[in-house]
């Protein structure tokens, strides 16, 4: 399973739980999800069982919805899927400081 959120997600079936690996979670850099580049998807093993189970009842979850959790055979589609959904954004993006909203003032090192 694939996973863009932040700190990843625990899910659980019939008492199991497992822990999706986030992108602070993940150890190695799988593809670019979003930019910047360090904007990675997380990577978690889970059973092919224990994913249908889960999801059944988690189709309408806003993550699941949006893009952020999906599941893939093999590692090459997690990474070719990553990439196609490069601009799906989680929330908690870097904010751009040159891209702020004019009424909000940029405080620069040494200010206070």
């Avoid at 899910?11 to 150890?27: D, T, Y």
């Avoid at 997380?42 to 889960?54: C, H, I, N, Q």
């Avoid at 929330?91 to 702020?100: A, N, S």
């Amino acid at each position: 399973m694939s996973c863009k959120l932040l700190h990843g997600l625990y899910i659980e079936v019939n008492k199991k739980r497992i822990l999706l690996k986030g992108i602070q979670q993940s150890g190695r850099s799988v593809a670019p999800f979003f930019m910047p580049p360090s904007h990675i998807v997380g990577l978690t093993k889970v059973p092919r069982e224990f994913w249908e189970a889960w999801i059944k009842d988690h189709r309408e979850f806003a993550p699941v919805k949006k893009g952020l959790i999906f599941a893939s055979e093999k590692k090459q589609d997690a990474v070719d899927e990553a990439k196609e959904k490069a601009r799906v954004k989680h929330g908690l993006e870097r904010i751009d400081p040159d891209k702020l909203p004019k009424e909000v003032k940029a405080v620069k090192a040494g200010e206070a």
